[in-house]
């Protein structure tokens, strides 16, 4: 038969870890291992499929693959039920030829939904169920389409005739769906994963155009939030602090991040922020009923804009879709961005001649949250936005809209079909190591291990934006996101904890012992899967800049810059303005029972295709890692000698702290280049720069 299998594509904007397997070395192997299957053909004669679920429904169908995109497969093609005309709801069988066992384990591949009984492979012997093995996970929105090594024992049933059925029965459902590949017969058990002999290589795709990424991406964040506005970029009376009463080591090394936009003033704290109480010469002292303290308002629109301009970004302001109205949002644009009615004329009457001009405005900030004051259900939502947009853009035609928006089809496509036409951009969250209310943060290598969920989030809401009709009018703006969530302990629940312990709580964000390699590494993770999917994501806004979560540090005699500082500082400045697409393949990270690809990477290019640099990320916590780099289609192919800029430390847990600001920072450094190959650094960032005559 003519088995229509899971063909691989390489898409303008994907990036593919692909697990390559090799027979053990010969001393620990007295036979060699016999092949059942590879599904590198379509001619597998004997296999019989049953059903819909193992029908290709389009080339490139496994990169809109339930939550994101496949890695460790063998090869260029492997099955996978999410490719059928149904995806998740498709159901069916695959089964093989009978096969004599002839060595002591059966070694595959498999990933997708967790499901026993209902999506997994399962050996027949004699025709009675001798094994069976289910995918990787159940639950929505957690877990990557990666795929792990798995073997069975099958010594007892040796000479006797087996078969396989690889099934999918489970219809519909987030992981409706099952992945396999490279099955075969061995007589090497692997003591640990890391016994499997891997390849890593990074090739330029073939006749693929470059791609201009929007520097919004690299965007960044500040909320009314403990330490980060005041006391943090804003600090009147500090020595350290301009005739403003602004940070100006702050401006300075956030000015060398080249930010393309900041977001403000929240986060949660806009949910219940006026804007009237900070503008004008008499501010009002609140109470803020998000977080539960006092705001004095001495920060405020006009203190907002001003310091964006000083540092180079957009504003972009986040009105009140929690308590407030919608008008009130449009009376604040016009505030900012008109020299007419009540509130442009307040403006100038404010000392502000000049418009603001500010272009960017969020309809609120997670409403879609119990969390949220003001909160509204996937119903309410989507007429709201849509009323909202339509006042913005009466009041001022030149803004861009965004609505909070989530990786869940209940809430998104309901907002999309209602408002879609009126909105810019989808605004999507992330916080992918959850400790609000504790402080036990993840270890490195937990971390890596969730550095592909970006990407999976990034996928589902392509195809959202695929399925009501918006791909490519309506954009994705992850305009607040961080490996870490912040902790304050009892938000969102009632009744919450005494304020004063709250409050103290929150001291906690401020650790810089907690800002690793894993900060760091995560970072260039996240931008990199940005970067690969640049014609639907247009910004990005890092949570926060300053104290709590981000990227520097704050103290009366200066500032500590963190790992997630320089690897903003190398993607700002390092990176060329054009993605070129490539083909990765890359051994898996392996922990518990979790896997990610061990190399990340994109390339750019700048317009005249005379300098390439390539970003790549190496996870591996302990060990470093040769790639080998297939360049030949680059106009110098590969050089001997490659320059390069390179983040690392002694150890996977290093920081910068207080007396110790240069412990991790980037250093220029020349890979040698043997065979094509580069050994690149345990746990490090490298920028390596492609030269071209």
Same mark, same amino acid.
């Not at 006749?207 to 964040?221: N, W």
């Not at 402080?439 to 392509?462: D, F, G, K």
């Not at 981000?550 to 963190?562: D, L, Q, S, Y």
């Not at 680059?634 to 000698?641: D, E, Q, S």
């Given at each position: 038969?003519?088995?229509?299998?899971?063909?691989?594509?390489?898409?303008?904007?994907?990036?593919?870890?692909?697990?390559?397997?090799?027979?053990?070395?010969?001393?620990?192997?007295?036979?060699?291992?016999?092949?059942?299957?590879?599904?590198?053909?379509?001619?597998?004669?004997?296999?019989?499929?049953?059903?819909?679920?193992?029908?290709?429904?389009?080339?490139?169908?496994?990169?809109?693959?339930?939550?994101?995109?496949?890695?460790?497969?063998?090869?260029?093609?492997?099955?996978?039920?999410?490719?059928?005309?149904?995806?998740?709801?498709?159901?069916?069988?695959?089964?093989?030829?009978?096969?004599?066992?002839?060595?002591?384990?059966?070694?595959?591949?498999?990933?997708?939904?967790?499901?026993?009984?209902?999506?997994?492979?399962?050996?027949?012997?004699?025709?009675?169920?001798?094994?069976?093995?289910?995918?990787?996970?159940?639950?929505?929105?957690?877990?990557?389409?990666?795929?792990?090594?798995?073997?069975?024992?099958?010594?007892?049933?040796?000479?006797?005739?087996?078969?396989?059925?690889?099934?999918?029965?489970?219809?519909?459902?987030?992981?409706?769906?099952?992945?396999?590949?490279?099955?075969?017969?061995?007589?090497?058990?692997?003591?640990?994963?890391?016994?499997?002999?891997?390849?890593?290589?990074?090739?330029?795709?073939?006749?693929?155009?470059?791609?201009?990424?929007?520097?919004?991406?690299?965007?960044?964040?500040?909320?009314?939030?403990?330490?980060?506005?005041?006391?943090?970029?804003?600090?009147?009376?500090?020595?350290?602090?301009?005739?403003?009463?602004?940070?100006?080591?702050?401006?300075?090394?956030?000015?060398?991040?080249?930010?393309?936009?900041?977001?403000?003033?929240?986060?949660?704290?806009?949910?219940?922020?006026?804007?009237?109480?900070?503008?004008?010469?008499?501010?009002?002292?609140?109470?803020?009923?998000?977080?539960?303290?006092?705001?004095?308002?001495?920060?405020?629109?006009? /203190?907002?804009?001003?310091?964006?301009? #000083?540092?180079? $970004?957009?504003? %972009? &302001?986040?009105?009140? !879709?929690?308590? @407030?109205?919608?008008?009130?949002?449009?009376?604040?644009?016009?505030?900012?961005?008109?020299?007419?009615?009540?509130?442009?004329?307040?403006?100038?009457?404010?000392?502000?001649?000049?418009?603001?001009?500010?272009?960017?405005?969020?309809?609120?900030?997670?409403?879609?949250?119990?969390?949220?004051?003001?909160?509204?259900?996937?119903?309410?939502?989507?007429?709201?936005?849509?009323?909202?947009?339509?006042?913005?853009?009466?009041?001022?035609?030149?803004?861009?809209?965004?609505?909070?928006?989530?990786?869940? /089809?209940?809430?998104?496509?309901?907002? #999309?079909?209602? $408002?879609?036409? %009126? &909105?810019?951009?989808? !605004?999507?969250? @992330?916080?992918?190591?959850?400790?609000?209310?504790?402080?036990?943060?993840?270890?490195?290598?937990?971390?890596?291990?969730?550095?592909?969920?970006?990407?999976?989030?990034?996928?589902?809401?392509?195809?959202?934006?695929?399925?009501?009709?918006?791909?490519?009018?309506?954009?994705?703006?992850?305009?607040?996101?961080?490996?870490?969530?912040?902790?304050?302990?009892?938000?969102?629940?009632?009744?919450?904890?005494?304020?004063?312990?709250?409050?103290?709580?929150?001291?906690?964000?401020?650790?810089?012992?907690?800002?690793?390699?894993?900060?760091?590494?995560?970072?260039?993770?996240?931008?990199?899967?940005?970067?690969?999917?640049?014609?639907?994501?247009?910004?990005?806004?890092?949570?926060?800049?300053?104290?709590?979560?981000?990227?520097?540090?704050?103290?009366?005699?200066?500032?500590?810059?963190?790992?997630?500082?320089?690897?903003?500082?190398?993607?700002?400045?390092?990176?060329?303005?054009?993605?070129?697409?490539?083909?990765?393949?890359?051994?898996?990270?392996?922990?518990?029972?979790?896997?990610?690809?061990?190399?990340?990477?994109?390339?750019?290019?700048?317009?005249?295709?005379?300098?390439?640099?390539?970003?790549?990320?190496?996870?591996?916590?302990?060990?470093?890692?040769?790639?080998?780099?297939?360049?030949?289609?680059?106009?110098?192919?590969?050089?001997?000698?490659?320059?390069?800029?390179?983040?690392?430390?002694?150890?996977?847990?290093?920081?910068?702290?207080?007396?110790?600001?240069?412990?991790?920072?980037?250093?220029?450094?020349?890979?040698?280049?043997?065979?094509?190959?580069?050994?690149?650094?345990?746990?490090?960032?490298?920028?390596?720069?492609?030269?071209?005559?």
């Amino acid at each position: 038969m003519k088995l229509r299998f899971f063909k691989v594509f390489v898409p303008v904007f994907a990036l593919f870890a692909v697990l390559m397997i090799s027979a053990a070395s010969a001393q620990n192997v007295s036979r060699p291992d016999i092949v059942v299957a590879d599904f590198e053909t379509e001619a597998l004669d004997g296999w019989k499929a049953e059903g819909e679920a193992f029908q290709l429904r389009e080339p490139g169908a496994q990169f809109r693959c339930g939550m994101g995109s496949v890695f460790g497969f063998h090869g260029k093609n492997l099955i996978s039920t999410y490719a059928a005309p149904g995806g998740d709801q498709a159901v069916g069988t695959l089964t093989s030829p009978e096969f004599k066992i002839e060595r002591k384990y059966i070694k595959f591949l498999i990933g997708g939904g967790n499901f026993p009984g209902k999506t997994g492979i399962a050996l027949y012997v004699d025709g009675q169920k001798a094994a069976e093995e289910t995918g990787l996970f159940n639950v929505s929105m957690q877990g990557h389409e990666g795929l792990a090594v798995k073997f069975w024992d099958v010594s007892e049933f040796q000479g006797k005739t087996a078969k396989l059925v690889i099934f999918d029965t489970q219809a519909g459902g987030d992981w409706g769906h099952i992945k396999a590949d490279y099955i075969c017969q061995t007589d090497d058990q692997p003591k640990d994963p890391g016994e499997v002999v891997f390849q890593n290589s990074i090739a330029c795709a073939a006749d693929a155009k470059p791609v201009e990424f929007d520097r919004l991406i690299f965007g960044h964040f500040i909320e009314h939030f403990h330490r980060l506005v005041y006391d943090g970029i804003y600090e009147p009376g500090s020595p350290l602090s301009d005739e403003n009463g602004f940070r100006k080591d702050v401006i300075e090394a956030v000015r060398d991040l080249r930010p393309s936009i900041v977001r403000w003033p929240g986060g949660c704290f806009a949910s219940a922020y006026h804007w009237m109480d900070g503008v004008g010469p008499e501010r009002k002292l609140v109470f803020d009923k998000v977080w539960r303290s006092e705001d004095p308002n001495t920060f405020g629109t006009a /203190e907002f804009v001003k310091w964006c301009r #000083l540092i180079g $970004a957009e504003p %972009y &302001i986040c009105g009140n !879709a929690g308590t @407030g109205t919608m008008e009130e949002i449009s009376d604040w644009v016009e505030y900012c961005n008109l020299n007419i009615g009540h509130y442009g004329r307040m403006r100038q009457a404010h000392g502000f001649k000049e418009p603001f001009n500010v272009k960017y405005w969020s309809i609120g900030n997670e409403n879609w949250g119990a969390h949220e004051l003001g909160a509204k259900t996937p119903q309410e939502w989507g007429p709201w936005v849509r009323e909202a947009a339509k006042l913005l853009y009466t009041t001022d035609p030149s803004v861009k809209v965004a609505a909070p928006a989530t990786p869940s /089809e209940t809430w998104t496509i309901p907002l #999309l079909q209602q $408002a879609g036409r %009126y &909105i810019d951009y989808i !605004a999507i969250h @992330g916080y992918y190591d959850f400790v609000v209310h504790h402080n036990n943060t993840a270890p490195y290598i937990a971390c890596m291990m969730r550095t592909q969920h970006p990407e999976n989030h990034i996928v589902r809401t392509i195809t959202m934006l695929d399925k009501t009709g918006f791909r490519g009018k309506v954009h994705i703006a992850f305009d607040e996101w961080n490996l870490r969530s912040w902790h304050h302990p009892a938000f969102g629940s009632y009744p919450r904890i005494p304020t004063p312990e709250e409050h103290a709580a929150r001291d906690k964000n401020d650790i810089n012992s907690a800002y690793t390699m894993a900060d760091g590494l995560f970072t260039a993770c996240f931008l990199n899967s940005c970067l690969r999917h640049c014609e639907d994501v247009k910004m990005a806004c890092f949570s926060p800049t300053v104290n709590g979560r981000g990227a520097i540090f704050t103290h009366p005699k200066g500032i500590v810059k963190r790992t997630t500082y320089h690897v903003y500082w190398m993607y700002a400045n390092l990176l060329e303005k054009n993605i070129l697409p490539i083909d990765l393949q890359s051994a898996p990270l392996l922990w518990e029972n979790k896997s990610t690809p061990m190399i990340d990477a994109v390339l750019s290019v700048n317009d005249e295709g005379s300098r390439y640099v390539l970003a790549v990320v190496n996870k591996d916590p302990e060990k470093a890692r040769p790639v080998t780099l297939e360049l030949s289609k680059l106009p110098n192919g590969t050089p001997a000698k490659l320059e390069a800029t390179v983040l690392s430390g002694n150890s996977p847990d290093d920081f910068n702290d207080v007396g110790a600001e240069n412990r991790v920072v980037p250093q220029k450094t020349v890979f040698e280049v043997k065979d094509g190959t580069v050994t690149l650094p345990p746990h490090s960032l490298s920028f390596i720069e492609i030269p071209v005559k």
